[in-house]
Each structure stands twice: as structure tokens, then as C-alpha cells.
């Protein structure tokens, strides 16, 4: 399960943006040649997230497609399949580019009872105490 480590790297650049805010979702964008699994996805995400700013957060996928050039016909156009063939002659000599992206797009920050610094809290509640 490749998840994990995928899992770990985004969440690394979570904390980062974050900068200690909780965090309710992030969005990411991923290539189709890195076959994630979005179920495994989102399980290997919550094991990674716990205890972290992250924790409990929902996570986003959006598949992007590769690239297909069949060598045989000249056929250009996308794939979501990393085995894929010529969809328009049915040849296996096809160059397949891009679609191995990983890309942290964004993060939704969740609201936060206390708020270093502002004792109204997240939403400036002056008459809430520190």
C-alpha cells in the first residue's frame, strides 16, 4: 500500500500551509500512472493524520489523466489506464507522458476554539474570555 507514504508527503506539506491551524479537508490533485486507490487513500491519510493538526480531516482526490501518443496511428489524446492502447487502432506501441503528478491544490481550515493572541477565538468574539 503505496498510500502510506503518499499519506505522510502530503501531509508534511498540510502542516506546513496550516502553520499549526486545525485542518477539516484537504484537495489534492494526483496523476492516474500513480494508481492511488481513493479508498486506501483516505484510510492511509486518517492513520497518518492522528494526533496532528490534520487530524479527522477529509481528503479530496482529482484524478488527472496521461497523455497518449500512439506510435503506430499518430492517435493523441488522454488516458486514466497506465497499460493503456491505441483506443483508436488497438496498437500497444503507444508513448504515455505526464499523469505522475502529485499536488497539494488546498487546505480548509477548520475552526478553532483558541486562537493564539486573539481572545475572542476564531470567529472575534469579544465577549469571550481567554
Do not use: W, Y
Request: hydrophobic letters at 40%; one cysteine or more; glycine letters at 12%.
Amino acid at each position: 500500500m503505496h498510500e502510506i507514504g503518499l499519506a505522510e508527503a502530503i501531509l508534511e506539506a498540510v502542516q506546513k500551509r496550516a502553520a499549526g491551524r486545525p485542518v477539516a479537508r484537504a484537495r489534492i490533485r494526483a496523476g492516474a500512472l500513480l494508481r492511488i486507490v481513493e479508498p486506501s487513500m483516505d484510510q492511509a491519510f486518517q492513520l497518518v493524520t492522528e494526533g496532528t493538526v490534520a487530524e479527522g480531516a477529509a481528503i479530496d482526490m482529482i484524478v488527472t489523466p496521461a497523455r497518449l501518443t500512439c506510435r503506430a496511428c499518430g492517435h493523441d489524446g488522454s488516458t486514466l489506464d497506465p497499460l493503456a492502447v491505441c483506443p483508436t487502432c488497438g496498437d500497444g506501441d503507444v508513448a504515455v507522458t505526464g499523469g505522475d503528478e502529485l499536488v497539494l491544490e488546498s487546505i480548509e481550515i477548520g475552526e478553532s476554539p483558541d486562537v493564539p493572541g486573539n481572545p475572542g477565538g476564531d470567529r472575534g468574539d469579544p465577549s469571550r474570555s481567554a
